[in-house]
């Protein structure tokens, strides 16, 4: 499968490195705004074409799939070019900055009989299925912490009286949807739709949020998420139940995951070795699943995709955080 990617930020970069780890999947193409970024990009990663004009590239044929790696508010307009070209897409997370993008964009690849994905890593990760597959081992669940905080270099231009894209309205900024998305998606992947949604953020100059709590409340428990582009945190997210608790240590990668059991005189299981970089978790799924039409997965990841963007959107109006564009 030939893969092209939209964007030039590390991300992309760690996307390349994925696509070398994973079998039957080449890159093909880039794109950049700039001819000579462009170009210097596709001869770093060995690309054998490259593209300033989007749809142009949309419309070529050396690539079957794009990965869009691009600020949040050009997703769905890239995304829509692609599929209306019979491209598949992979959209970074977060996929889209409204509801009524998710839903016009699957509809026209539907209509396009391609594939539309969001790449959230940490839900193809070996130790989130571990813990998905042993969540039971605690029992009945009490209380969930969960969290995504890591202080942003970006946050340091927006100090310094600059507009960085990821701290703006215009381009569908602010620390919920670039990093709350994370545990927001491991809450709806274990526990399902939330029965309310109540965001407290910790809003900026610039008319997003640069921090904020979200509640999220099930029955007989609730999962409390902190997201934070503005400081960072140290501590570890957990999954608290009667007979035991879950305890991972970073939510976006599940790298090391370990439960401690009450009953059995502090038993302990771990998670399982895995690669570095978990990005190629995800592309592997993704490819399986073009390749052999694994529908029930993917209508399950669009699902969870779907309800993540429901509560963002939600959380954020209640807080009156709108984006450009947006009523």
């Not at 016009?104 to 209509?111: C, K, L, P």
Request: glycine share 8%; charged share 25%; proline share 2%.
């Amino acid at each position: 499968m030939r893969i092209g990617t939209v964007g030039t930020s590390w991300i992309t970069e760690s996307f390349i490195d994925a696509i070398g780890e994973v079998a039957g999947v080449e890159l093909t193409a880039v794109h950049s705004r700039t001819s000579e970024k462009a170009e210097d990009f596709a001869r770093k990663h060995g690309a054998g074409h490259y593209f300033t004009a989007l749809q142009e590239m949309a419309k070529s044929s050396q690539m079957d799939c794009v990965y869009i790696a691009s600020p949040n508010s050009l997703h769905f307009e890239q995304a829509v070019a692609f599929l209306k070209n019979g491209k598949h897409v992979i959209c970074e997370k977060p996929m889209f900055a409204s509801l009524k993008e998710f839903e016009g964009a699957h509809r026209i690849a539907e209509e396009n009989g391609v594939y539309l994905f969001e790449a959230m890593r940490n839900l193809y990760t070996p130790n989130f299925q571990k813990v998905k597959g042993r969540l039971d081992d605690v029992g009945e669940v009490r209380n969930v912490l969960l969290h995504r905080m890591k202080y942003s270099s970006r946050y340091d231009e927006l100090l310094a009286g600059k507009e960085p894209a990821i701290f703006s309205r215009k381009f569908a900024g602010g620390a919920l949807v670039d990093l709350g998305v994370y545990p927001i998606a491991v809450a709806v992947a274990l526990f399902g739709k939330p029965l309310d949604v109540k965001y407290t953020p910790v809003m900026l100059s610039s008319g997003v949020d640069g921090s904020g709590t979200l509640v999220l409340s099930y029955q007989g428990y609730v999962c409390t998420i902190l997201c934070s582009k503005i400081s960072t945190s140290n501590l570890e997210s957990e999954i608290q139940g009667e007979a035991g608790t879950i305890s991972i240590d970073n939510i976006g990668s599940f790298s090391n995951v370990q439960c401690s059991l009450r009953a059995s005189k502090g038993q302990k299981w771990t998670g399982e070795s895995q690669r570095e970089n978990t990005m190629t978790y995800e592309l592997e799924s993704f490819v399986q699943i073009i390749l052999e039409g694994k529908t029930s997965t993917y209508e399950n990841m669009k699902a969870i995709s779907r309800e993540v963007l429901a509560i963002t959107e939600a959380a954020r109006k209640q807080s009156g955080i709108y984006f450009e564009g947006e009523d």
